[in-house]
T-cell receptor
């Protein structure tokens, strides 16, 4: 079993739809959970990060963490064509010196 | 704005030559920087952890003599691909996190696309 699993997609939605992206993980020691967006031929861009369980909202983006289920989600409201990218979840046990483990990424296309 | 700068963004080199890639943290000190490799439609693969003033820590299966890492200052780490071969062609990305923080998420450079002919 991989440490972090993520449906690679591709996921295609119409503009304005609500998008749900998910990851599952196996290491219960993970405490920090991040979502990155990566456009083609670019480095990943940090969207948001959360600590432990709970929700965090930033504009059209909401991150949810359920540590009891080892399941995290990213919701995108009112999706836009500019949201078309690969979304990577990432996790870490603690300090900035710990390894960050990435999911394989989900490719999202938002169709105008 | 960008907090990690990576240069060059792309490079083409001949087989057998060496290529150096630079990674700079722009507005913070980074004791630790990370180097990743990414194949098309795949996730990031950690190659090595670069520690300022000490030797890099390489992941299993990554040849340290082939991928030389130098972290000479708190804002600069370099990756040199020595004696490059076509199979080294890939997208290389560096990342850094802020120093002296209990946790700080990684910020990435924009990557370097290496093509070895």
């Amino acid at each position: 079993q991989k440490e972090v699993e993520q449906d690679p997609g591709p996921l295609s939605v119409p503009e304005g739809a609500i998008v749900s992206l998910n990851c599952t993980y196996s290491n219960s020691a993970f405490q920090y959970f991040m979502w990155y967006r990566q456009y083609s031929r670019k480095g990943p861009e940090l969207l948001m990060y959360t600590y432990s369980s709970g929700n965090k909202e930033d504009g059209r983006f909401t991150a949810q963490v359920d540590k009891s289920s080892k399941y995290i989600s990213l919701f995108i409201r009112d999706s836009q064509p500019s949201d078309s990218a690969t979304y990577l979840c990432a996790m870490s046990e603690g300090t900035s010196y710990d390894k960050v483990i990435f999911g394989p990424g989900t490719s999202l296309s938002v169709i105008p | 704005g960008a907090v990690v700068s990576q240069h060059p963004s792309w490079v083409i080199c001949k087989s057998g030559t060496s290529v150096k890639i630079e990674c700079r943290s722009l507005d913070f000190q980074a004791t630790t920087m990370f180097w990743y490799r990414q194949f098309p439609k795949q996730s990031l693969m950690l190659m090595a952890t670069s520690n300022e003033g000490s030797k890099a820590t390489y992941e299993q299966g990554v040849e340290k003599d082939k991928f030389l890492i130098n972290h000479a200052s708190l804002t600069l780490s370099t990756l040199t691909v020595t004696s490059a071969h076509p199979e080294d062609s890939s997208f290389y990305i560096c990342s850094a996190s802020r120093r002296n923080r209990a946790f700080s998420p990684l910020h990435f450079g924009n990557g370097t696309r290496l093509t070895v002919t």
